[in-house]
Each structure stands twice: as structure tokens, then as C-alpha cells.
């Protein structure tokens, strides 16, 4: 892939002066007319990144050979538990020494660490709850509170609806909230049925409890980076090579920073000409005029896909255990409904706390669905909306995540390309 730029943006935004300085320079003299940009999701690790772009871009020059492209890597502070693996990712590239169970090992440590500094304390005490699991309610109530020090303030950018505040797994009961996923934990792992079932040890489900604080504080940290940083810089890119057509694509949170990205777009410039957005880890009603539960309330990005010059393309996949089940579940417990397991979490927790990666956008009219095959059969429209039911390559991945990361396939590639229009 080249050339290939990256751009580091710290907590706040701020992008690494240098490496935009030299992709403004640069872009023009290169001769790049199409620059596709893609942000990560849950990888703080720049190697593990640089490797994701590497072999995710590896097969753009064959499929397009006659188009000009340039290539960015968008590298942000986010972190990845070392329980989720990455299909076809060497083990050492994305694994360490992951330990069995709940209890967090050496390297999980050291990326809580650095997600939320000057915790140390309270991350010592979140570990020796883990490893002890104390029976009875007051352990868990201590580890909740302990989880709760670590999420406040964390989610500070805006929220993806309206209605959305702090997810009310932070203010649940913390034995419930475990109990919850220790039970949505085990149906993952074992699918297809639950005759013989027990309910497990809250403390099964504890380690969920403390993944929802780091997947908040980079839910929060992913919009303020693309709305305060990728998107202003994208206004200086169109104000520099104007002639250059940029190419958005997410992962996950990564989802969530390239489209927030849209809003931090200056004045009139519409240098974006696609977003790909996959399996992205925010609210399916993010982009809708309305919510179809209280229609005086609309999505953090109301109308914002009209700032693309193309089409906002959303794949998704039924495969996507962390989107599909844990999403919706740490969104909003489902309070009266106890009993739901697995896949039918989402079912029974009813629309209004999914994710764009399990089901696409939802509640915005015209909004076009595909399947794969129909998406790279050269059906996708022009502009607007459009779902892609990726399930048919996004569907590798065990517990708890499922298929989240399940990326590198070139029929994605092909998505990106078609949704740019990039001959």
C-alpha cells in the first residue's frame, strides 16, 4: 500500500503536528485522487494498527489498478482486552498471555492502565476482586463501585441519540448487572440451546462488567476525536488538494470517529465521497430524524450523511456477538425480562438499544438493504443510507465477542471501493 500516511490523534483530538503536516504536503505531489482513510477500533497497540491497514489495503491496488489512491491509518488511544482475538491475526500480534476466566492478566493490566491514568489503585483492587471473588453480594457491590470510579467522566463527547445518558449498567444493582452477563457470557459460548442450564457465579460475568467501563470511555473518546480532530483536518485537506475524494472507513469505535468526523466538517466542505462503516459499535438510530420510540428526539448525527458526497454504507453482521448481545445488554438491562440469553438479548430488549454493526441504520426513510453478493454485484446506490448484510464473510470469532473483528476479507475491500465509486 502506497502511499501511506498515518495520523495520531491523542485524547482530546489534537493530531500529531508532523504527520498531518506531511500528508498536506504530500497527498498533491503523489498525484492521490482517491485517499481512503480508516480508523480502528478497541487496538491501542501502533503495530497491531499499522498491521490491521497493512493487510485490510493489501488487495486495493489489484482490484482498482488504474485508480490513483493513497492510503491514511488513523491511530487513536483506544485498548483491546487480550481475551478478544482477531481472526486471522497472528497470536502475536494482537495476544499475549491472556489468562482463562475472569481474572485480568499482566498485559489487560497494563492497557487499563493506560486507558485511565492515575487508576492505578483502583485497578489493583479490580484485579484482587477478580482473582478472590468473595461470596455474597458485598464483594460484587464493592467491584461495581470500584468499576463506576473508573467510568466516571468517561463518556464526555455527545451521545449517539437524545435519550442516551450514562448506560444504565453503571447504576444497576452491580450483583444483577454480573449476573446479567455471566448468563449472556455462557449462552455465547455455548449456542444453540440452553436445556440443562444453570445460572453461573455472578463473578463469571464480573469481567464484563469492567470490559462496558473501557468500551465507554472509548465510545466517548472515539466521537470527540473525530469531531474536534479528523474533521477539521479533512477541512484543511479540502481547502489544500481540493481535487482529492476521500474515502471514510471505521471499525467498531473506529465507526463512531470517522462518522462524528462528518460533523466536525467546516463551513460547506464536502471533501468525503463515501463512509464504510464496519460492524460499527454505536446506536443504529444515530443518523435518524426521529426516534421510533419518542419522535421529539432524533440522532447525534441527524442528517449528517448528507455531508458525504456519496453514499454511507453500513456493513453488518447477526455473527457479531459483542454488538448483538453485550451491546444492548450494557446499554439498558432489561429490567422485567431476566430470562433472555445470547442472540435473543436483542430481541427481547426490543430495537431501540441496538448497534449500526448488528442490524444497519435504522428509522432513516429511503435507506436502502443489500446482501452482500448484491452489494458487490454493483447495486449500491449513489447516495443515502445503504446496509450490507455482510454475515456472509463476518462470521468467525468465539466469545465474547463473536465476529466483531472479522474484517479482512476482499469483499470489503470491494465494499469500499463500489461505495467510492473508485473504477
Not at 478497541?42 to 485490510?56: G, I, K, M, P, V
Not at 441504520?361 to 446506490?381: I, K, M, W
Request: aromatic share 8%; glycine share 12%; hydrophobic share 40%.
Amino acid at each position: 500500500m502506497s502511499p501511506y500516511w498515518e495520523l495520531t490523534f491523542d485524547a482530546s483530538g489534537d493530531v500529531d503536528p508532523p504527520e498531518r503536516d506531511h500528508l498536506l504536503a504530500q497527498v498533491t505531489e503523489q498525484g492521490v485522487r482517491d485517499l481512503v482513510v480508516f480508523a480502528h477500533g478497541w487496538n491501542e497497540d501502533r503495530s497491531a494498527a499499522t498491521a490491521l491497514y497493512r493487510r485490510f489495503f493489501a488487495p486495493f491496488p489489484g482490484l482498482a489498478p488504474k485508480a490513483h489512491l493513497g492510503y491514511v491509518g488513523v491511530v487513536w488511544p483506544s485498548m483491546r482486552f487480550s481475551d478478544e482475538p482477531i481472526p486471522d491475526f497472528p497470536r502475536s500480534a494482537v495476544a499475549t498471555d491472556a489468562a482463562p476466566g475472569p481474572a485480568l492478566d499482566q498485559d489487560t493490566r497494563r492497557r487499563l492502565l493506560i486507558a485511565f491514568p492515575g487508576r492505578a489503585d483502583v485497578i489493583d483492587q479490580v484485579a484482587r476482586l477478580l482473582d478472590e471473588r468473595p461470596d455474597g453480594d458485598a464483594g460484587l457491590t464493592e467491584f461495581g463501585r470500584l468499576v463506576r470510579l473508573l467510568a466516571d467522566g468517561a463518556g464526555s463527547t455527545a451521545a449517539d441519540t437524545d435519550e442516551d445518558g450514562e448506560p444504565a449498567v453503571f447504576t444497576e444493582e452491580p450483583a444483577t448487572a454480573c449476573a446479567e452477563f455471566a448468563g449472556a457470557l455462557a449462552a455465547v459460548a455455548a449456542p444453540g440451546g440452553t436445556e440443562g442450564f444453570s445460572l453461573p457465579n455472578p463473578w463469571e460475568g464480573a469481567k464484563e462488567l469492567l470490559r462496558q467501563a473501557a468500551y465507554y470511555q472509548m465510545k466517548g473518546r472515539a466521537g470527540t476525536i473525530g469531531e474536534h480532530g479528523l474533521g477539521p483536518l479533512l477541512g484543511k485537506l479540502a481547502a489544500k488538494a481540493p481535487g482529492v475524494r476521500v474515502h471514510l472507513v471505521g471499525h467498531s469505535f473506529g465507526g463512531r470517529l470517522v462518522a462524528f468526523a462528518l460533523r466536525g466538517l467546516p463551513g460547506q466542505a464536502r471533501p468525503v465521497k463515501s463512509l464504510t462503516l464496519l460492524e460499527g459499535a454505536f446506536s443504529h438510530y444515530v443518523f435518524a430524524d426521529r426516534l421510533p420510540d419518542d419522535p421529539h428526539k432524533s440522532g447525534a448525527l441527524k442528517d449528517q450523511q448528507r455531508r458525504i458526497d456519496g453514499p454511507l454504507v453500513c456493513c453488518h453482521s447477526h455473527f457479531d456477538a459483542a454488538l448483538g448481545t453485550f451491546y444492548p445488554l450494557a446499554s439498558r438491562l432489561a429490567g422485567d425480562d431476566r430470562s433472555c440469553l445470547g442472540n435473543e438479548i436483542a430481541a427481547v430488549l426490543g430495537p431501540r438499544w441496538g448497534a449500526l454493526g448488528h442490524d444497519g441504520v435504522q428509522a432513516v426513510p429511503g435507506t436502502a438493504r443489500l446482501d452482500l453478493a448484491g452489494a458487490l454485484a454493483g447495486r449500491l446506490p449513489a447516495s443515502g443510507c445503504v446496509n450490507v448484510d455482510a454475515a456472509a464473510v463476518v462470521r468467525r470469532g468465539g466469545p465474547p465477542a463473536g465476529a466483531h473483528s472479522d474484517i479482512l476479507h476482499p469483499e470489503l475491500a470491494r465494499v469500499v471501493l463500489a461505495a467510492g465509486r473508485i473504477a
